[in-house]
């Protein structure tokens, strides 16, 4: 099964470390989503690619927030200067434009858990 | 800005008692909604789409519906394994083609 998959799946450090975060979408998929979710919550959006471009971004995205898609396959989010509350899992998913459906599913992945301490 | 609001919170079902989550929504322009199961610290699951008032999707025990208003997941004769968390979520033609989430219903089956 080639499903979307994120590493690490956990992540602890100290306030102030910075952190990276990678999501491998599902091959074929040529958009790439990603969310926050705290716990008891739903997922909120955060930044969304298309290819290689990156479209749209959250207000909730701070200066201290960054991510890539250098070739329009995997994608990496980095949190500078973590603060405590950073800590949520961050949720990857991707979906195929002008799919059959034409209204693009989108697949997640499992997850990054981190714990900022 | 689009709002998705999930009731109720919490439900807590014998094995085959019946019930329905409501997922009830403000957008403008529904390009879709869509109904994904989450069990606990994994991503979540998708279910269903539903795209215009009047449509139904089914898939086992669950049944989705869809009003101008609202959603509604149906579970039926709902088993043990059927415990998570079911989320509602809009895209919209305001907002692009960003996901915007309601809360989740978590839903526990006794045996």
Known sequence: DT??????????????????FRCDPISEHNRLYWYRQTLGQGPEFLTYFQNEAQLE???????????????GSFSTLEIQRTEQGDSAMY??????????SGNNEQFFGPGTRLTVL | EDQVTQ???A???Q????????????VSGLRGLFWYRQDPGKGPEFLFTLYSAGEEKEKERLKATLT???SFLHITAPKP??????LCAVRSKAAGNKLTFGGGTRVLVKP
Not at chain 1, 3 to 20: A, C, L
């Open chain 1, 3 to 20: 499903g979307v998959s994120q590493d690490p799946r956990h992540k602890i450090t100290k306030r102030g470390q910075n952190v990276t």
């Open chain 1, 57 to 71: 971004k959250s207000r909730l995205l701070s200066d201290r927030f960054s991510a890539e898609r250098p070739k």
């Open chain 1, 91 to 100: 949720l990857c998913a991707s979906s195929l434009t002008g799919g059959a």
């Open chain 2, 7 to 9: 009731s109720p919170e």
């Open chain 2, 11 to 13: 439900l807590r079902l």
């Open chain 2, 15 to 26: 094995e085959g008692e019946s019930s329905s989550l409501n997922c009830s929504y403000t």
């Open chain 2, 68 to 70: 101008k208003k609202e």
């Open chain 2, 81 to 86: 394994e059927d415990s998570a968390t079911y």
